[in-house]
């Protein structure tokens, strides 16, 4: 039976080392893709930040259990049971709405995440990996993300990792009597999201010096304002000699900072690195070396209590809209759960009538003219079931004996057997005119039809 899932790994399950082998790039998402398209029918949308990488699926347990099994073959390791998650239905759903509005990341109301499910939803509508449950969810997780800043105070101040990354080094720097860096030479390292976030609270705090390097010199490049330095990829380890605090936010597969490229440092006081790559882009054995500092972002989540303390109310006001939307999409859903099958009841009762009397009549007909009466009745069967498939759709089930409703158009549109229809009797008019007077109001509401509706109706 089909379900919503959310299940995966992220920063409240999982360390740095067990995140960073299941990380997906935009390439590895594709490729699962692909895979899972090709066997699978159920609505997969994956999800990969520094923080977290998940899967959002509506379907079944096995299909919940092949996506672990693709993400494992992946990673080239076993799925880690003890480490990861796994949401269902309204939990799920939930899941889906709070890590979409900044509620489940690591620094509590980190607004970047809305941009990053928002990248991941177009990978998996290019993909062909998601339907109709799925487009709902994720079109009302971004309402919800959109009232939480419009109508909260949630996203206010510093709410990214980067800007996290930036108040430690701060403090850091701050027990030296370097007060808002002054005097500080910083390089950052990256030119994606996280590289940019870092610059701009850098900037606003003046370092004495800041230099920008990247493997692709033209994407920093873009990045660099004047009196900033541009340093070739290949002389950052000499950049970093010239340094007191470095930023990494790159997505090597591996670190591009190693033990063996650091020179040995003399002096009072360490050089600062802070590692915001999953996996990681600093190699943890600089740490260790005489001289040197390396905060990963398992460190950075740790300074991250005055921050998200702030933010608690907040936080409550962000989660009852949350709760607003998780409401709606619920009623959504088993409103369309309620309605598909009547509807293909419908359906397919006027189109086995539709066959029946074509087939009753071929025979007056020619080739061309049962093709074109075929065209033609489909087109009327069609047009008169567009109105009222409409209207069922948009009917409000709170509104009116909902489920009731449904049951009286199954019995009105079912097609019955042939010993249900030999043992039909219909009674005399004047006997269903006084049943009628004795049965409850009819749960539908005659209303008439609307401009917008006889337009969709002749779309239809």
């Known amino acids: ?15 740095v080392r067990v995140r960073e082998a299941f990380a997906l790039d935009q390439e590895a998402k594709r490729r699962l893709y692909a895979t899972w398209r090709a066997a699978r029918e159920g609505e997969l949308m994956l999800v990969s930040t520094c923080n977290r990488t998940e899967a959002y699926l509506y379907g079944t347990d096995e299909e919940v259990r092949a ?5 494992s073959q992946h990673a080239g390791r076993p799925w880690p049971d003890k480490e990861s998650f796994h949401f269902q239905d309204e939990a799920a759903l939930r899941h889906v709405l709070e890590v979409t509005c900044g509620l489940r990341s690591q620094v509590l109301g980190d607004a970047q995440i809305f941009s990053q499910i928002k990248e991941d939803y177009r990978l998996a509508v290019e993909a062909g990996s998601v339907g109709t449950a799925m487009h709902r969810l994720l079109h009302s997780a971004f309402r919800a993300a959109k009232r939480v800043a419009s109508e909260t105070t949630l996203h206010q101040g510093t709410t990214s990792v980067a800007g996290v990354a930036i108040q430690a080094a701060c403090q850091h720097f701050a027990r030296r009597g370097q007060p808002g860096l002054e005097g500080v030479r910083v390089l ?5 999201e996280m590289a940019r976030l870092a610059l701009e609270a850098l900037r606003g705090l003046a370092p004495a010096t800041l230099m920008l390097t990247n493997r692709t010199r033209s994407r920093v490049a873009e990045l660099a304002q004047p009196g900033e330095l541009v340093v070739p990829w290949a002389q950052r380890a000499q950049a970093v000699a010239q340094c007191d605090l470095v930023i990494v936010a790159t997505s090597a597969p591996e670190p591009v900072l190693t033990a063996d490229m650091m020179p040995p440092r003399c002096g009072e006081h360490p050089l600062l690195l802070i590692d915001l790559s999953i996996p990681r882009n600093v190699d943890p054995a600089i740490d260790r070396l005489p001289g040197y500092q390396v905060l990963d972002l398992d460190a950075i989540k740790a300074r991250q209590a005055a921050v998200e303390a702030r933010r608690r109310q907040a936080a409550q006001q ?13 009623t959504w859903y088993f409103h369309q759960q309620a309605l598909q099958p009547v509807i293909q009841t419908i359906r397919d009762t006027f189109e086995a009538i539709r066959q029946q009397e074509i087939e009753r009549h071929h025979r007056r007909f020619s080739e061309i003219d049962r093709e074109e009466l075929d065209r033609l009745t489909r087109s009327i069967m069609q047009k008169l079931l567009a109105i009222p498939i409409v209207r069922l759709k948009s009917i409000d089930p709170d509104s009116i004996d909902f489920v009731r409703g449904i049951q009286l158009l199954a019995q009105l549109f079912s097609r019955p057997s042939c010993e249900e229809a030999r043992a039909a009797q219909l009674p005399e008019p004047s006997v269903l005119l006084e049943r009628a007077r004795a049965q409850e109001p009819c749960p539908f509401v005659t209303l008439p039809v609307t401009r ?4 969709e109706a002749n779309h239809g």
């Not at 039976?1 to 360390?15: I, K, P, Q, V, Y």
């Not at 996506?67 to 993400?71: G, I, S, T």
């Not at 917008?452 to 337009?455: I, K, N």
């Open 452 to 455: 917008t509706e006889r337009s």
């Open 188 to 192: 950052v390292a990256g030119a994606g």
């Open 1 to 15: 039976m089909r379900g919503f899932h959310a299940f995966g790994l992220n920063h409240e399950t999982a360390s």
């Open 318 to 330: 962000a989660r009852q809209i949350c709760e607003e939307l998780l409401h709606e999409f619920v």
């Open 67 to 71: 996506v672990r099994a693709l993400l």
